[in-house]
């Protein structure tokens, strides 16, 4: 299930599992989205992304889901397996804000093996 | 390709120094990010750029500075060291509106 830890919200799955790591935005005016993921000593990298004209984006074994209406986004990661360990950040973007990218506070996913 | 590249790795200050952190891109972006990240936390962005010879400030701009005199280049200057400023430092890049590309990061410890 989902916690709150001390800094950062923790979602413990077992491997096989399918995940869903979910991120409230803040800027209405953000047309788009990213997934990044961070893995420990690395800087993040890119998942996936998702643009606002869109309500759903699907990768290899990832999808985003967009809710424009409560501003939220969702990452699911299918079949769950150790490697997906790491800390998911999503982030926003909008061009009345300079393309800044602007990151949410991140979840942290343990996969047991 | 190298993409983006971070030096110092690693850096430890005393309380009043200043240094500087270099930031090189690669790849031609117009968009350059300085973000810091404490433990456990998200990144917060500290300044950025849209373009050569253009700096802005981001979330937590206070106690440092940036140039970007050469597009594949952004410097992160702290003046004055303070122990507040310990964290890990990551640079990015990107098109104007399309992903981040990230650095390795540059953990400073100031005593």
């Known amino acids: 299930g989902e916690s709150v830890g001390l800094h950062l919200p923790t979602l413990s799955v077992q491997e096989g599992d399918n995940s869903i790591i979910n991120c409230a935005y803040s800027n209405s005016a953000s047309d788009y989205f990213i997934w990044y993921k961070q893995e420990s000593g690395k800087g993040p990298q890119f998942i996936i992304d998702?643009?606002?004209?869109?309500d759903k984006r699907q990768g290899q074994r990832v999808t985003v889901l967009l809710n424009k209406t409560v501003k939220h986004l969702s990452l699911q990661i299918a079949a769950t397996q150790p490697g997906d360990s790491a800390v998911y950040f999503c982030?926003?973007?909008?061009?009345?804000?300079?393309?800044?990218?602007?990151f949410g506070a991140g979840t942290r996913l343990f996969v047991k093996a | 390709n190298a993409g983006v590249t971070q030096t110092p790795k690693f850096r430890v200050l005393k309380t009043g120094q200043s240094m500087t952190l270099l930031c090189a891109q690669d790849?031609?972006?117009?968009?350059m990010y300085w973000y810091r990240q404490d433990p456990g936390m998200g990144l917060r962005l500290i300044h950025y750029s849209v373009g050569e010879g253009t700096t802005a400030k981001g979330e937590v701009p206070d106690g440092y500075n940036v140039s970007r005199l050469k597009k594949q280049n952004f410097l992160l200057g702290l003046e004055s060291a303070a122990p507040s400023q310990t964290s890990v430092y990551f640079c990015a890049s990107s098109k104007a509106n399309t992903e981040a590309f990230f650095g390795q990061g540059t953990r400073l410890t100031v005593v």
């Open positions: 982030a926003e973007k909008s061009n009345t804000g300079g393309f800044k990218t602007i």
């Open positions: 998702i643009r606002s004209n869109m």
């Open positions: 790849m031609n972006h117009e968009y």
